[in-house]
T-cell receptor
Framework: EAQVTQNPRYLITVTGKKLTVTCSQN?????MSWYRQDPGLGLRQIYY???????DKGDVPEGYKVSRKEKRNFPLILESPSPNQTSLYFC??????????????FGSGTRLTVV | GDSVTQMEGPVTLSEEAFLTINCTYT??????LFWYVQYPGEGLQLLLK?????DKGSNKGFEATYRKETTSFHLEKGSVQVSDSAVYFC????????????FGKGTRLSVIA
């Protein structure tokens, strides 16, 4: 089944403790992206990647890192999480750069709470 | 920059009522337009899309027409069901370049029996 898989689904952590949210897609998509979803703010892009070893900042990159060493994986790293990073995170992928007319395939989301 | 504006929710309807969720956009050129749906506890799913002016996207009884003259892509359904309760997002994307998918803020729909 074609899908984007995120792990974990739920995570509660403490301020300053490094964490990684994994994202993997099995569709050989070139483009991958991370979004956070917050009430009243909708979805905001954190980082995106147009292909292996190519990543760039989205609208809200502060406090996050990403890497794209393989085409299928695009982990999101929080080196020192803070409470304002409490949010619902989504990974998405698309066949080509920018999504074009194909739309995105989304993961099921990771609900992160930083206390 | 590009932007998408959706009507504020929540929207509460009775089963079998007619649904319209307004969406307008600001963008250069000719973007592709999308509606995504997010059911409770799930990720976003592509509901329908339109890639050029006057195209009509449709799926699961939902429809939206790409209106370039009014820069709109309103979502409609003739008879909603309880199972349509979800958050709906309008979005746009350009064909080329590295522009991301730009989302509206979402509209929560609740359908009551």
């Amino acid at each position: 089944e074609a899908q984007v898989t995120q792990n974990p689904r739920y995570l509660i952590t403490v301020t300053g403790k490094k964490l990684t949210v994994t994202c993997s897609q099995n569709m050989n998509h070139e483009y991958m992206s991370w979004y956070r979803q917050d009430p009243g703010l909708g979805l905001r892009q954190i980082y995106y990647s147009m292909n292996v070893e190519v990543t760039d900042k989205g609208d809200v990159p502060e406090g996050y890192k990403v890497s794209r060493k393989e085409k299928r994986n695009f982990p999101l790293i929080l080196e020192s999480p803070s409470p304002n990073q409490t949010s619902l995170y989504f990974c998405a992928s698309s066949p080509r750069t920018g999504g074009s007319s194909d739309g995105y395939t989304f993961g099921s989301g990771t609900r992160l709470t930083v206390v | 920059g590009d932007s998408v504006t959706q009507m504020e929710g929540p929207v509460t309807l009775s089963e079998e009522a007619f649904l319209t969720i307004n969406c307008t956009y600001t963008a250069t050129g000719y973007p592709s337009l999308f509606w995504y749906v997010q059911y409770p506890g799930e990720g976003l799913q592509l509901l329908l899309k339109a890639t050029k002016a006057d195209d009509k996207g449709s799926n699961k009884g939902f429809e939206a027409t790409y209106r370039k003259e009014t820069t709109s892509f309103h979502l409609e359904k003739g008879s909603v069901q309880v199972s349509d309760s979800a958050v709906y997002f309008c979005a746009l994307s350009h064909y080329s370049g590295n522009t991301p998918l730009v989302f509206g803020k979402g509209t929560r729909l609740s359908v009551i029996a």
